[in-house]
T-cell receptor, first 115, second 115 residues
Framework: AQKVTQAQTEISVVEKEDVTLDCVYE???????LFWYKQPPSGELVFLIR??????QNEISGRYSWNFQKSTSSFNFTITASQVVDSAVYFC????????????FGSGTRLLVRP | KAGVTQTPRYLIKTRGQQVTLSCSPI?????VSWYQQTPGQGLQFLFE???????NKGNFPGRFSGRQFSNSRSEMNVSTLELGDSALYLC??????????????FGEGSRLTVL
């Protein structure tokens, strides 16, 4: 069965520190998609990135970077030089199977960036 | 470009009543999904619609139903409300990719409180 684990419930850092959010997933499918979403206090889930199982290239987008490793079933997310505006709950998610829009979400990691 | 719009944003109902929530997807998006978010269960998939057809359904009782109209707008209905139905209900829309899973864009949600 598909499962997403975010072991870090809450992380607190001081502004400008780097922070890594961990995500470990389980699936028997060979084709799948992984996502990261950010949920600020307003409630809306903001899309950050989508990765398919065929593409293990790591990606950097501004202060954000993602490390996808199939060998360890991990899809970790790093924020460099964190800012107060990064404070939010971050969710990792897995599509149930290829071409399925049913996402399995992790329990989320609450990030607090203190000034 | 307008995002996903959900109405109402907040509502209070009493046990036994029913409720209808509405979702207008991003223009051009034909897939609409619904998720329930609670502190205890996290984010859980309810159902997904594409071209007025339900393609996928989560593990929720029959009291939860939905539909999609020809303009891709979607509604979900919960009948005979229970206290445990209190939650944030999130709608997501997506372009349907020729293959694989596209990006899902979420609305700000409808927060339902059942008294």
């Amino acid at each position: 069965a598909q499962k997403v684990t975010q072991a870090q419930t809450e992380i607190s850092v001081v502004e400008k520190e780097d922070v890594t959010l961990d995500c470990v997933y389980e699936t028997r499918d060979t084709t799948y998609y992984l996502f990261w979403y950010k949920q600020p206090p307003s409630g809306e889930l903001v899309f950050l990135i989508r990765r398919n199982s065929f593409d293990e290239q790591n990606e950097i987008s501004g202060r954000y970077s993602w490390n996808f490793q199939k060998s360890t079933s991990s899809f970790n997310f790093t924020i460099t030089a964190s800012q107060v505006v990064d404070s939010a709950v971050y969710f990792c998610a897995l599509s149930e199977r290829d071409s399925s829009y049913k996402l399995i979400f992790g329990s989320g990691t609450r990030l607090l960036v203190r000034p | 470009k307008a995002g996903v719009t959900q109405t109402p944003r907040y509502l209070i109902k009493t046990r036994g009543q029913q409720v209808t929530l509405s979702c207008s997807p991003i223009s051009g998006h034909r897939s609409v999904s619904w998720y329930q978010q609670t502190p205890g269960q996290g984010l859980q998939f309810l159902f997904e619609y594409f071209s007025e057809t339900q393609r996928n359904k989560g593990n929720f009782p029959g009291r939860f139903s939905g539909r999609q109209f020809s303009n891709s707008r979607s509604e979900m209905n919960v009948s005979t409300l229970e206290l445990g139905d209190s939650a944030l209900y999130l709608c997501a829309s997506s372009l349907v990719a020729a293959r694989g899973v596209g990006e899902l864009f979420f609305g700000e949600g409808s927060r339902l409180t059942v008294l």
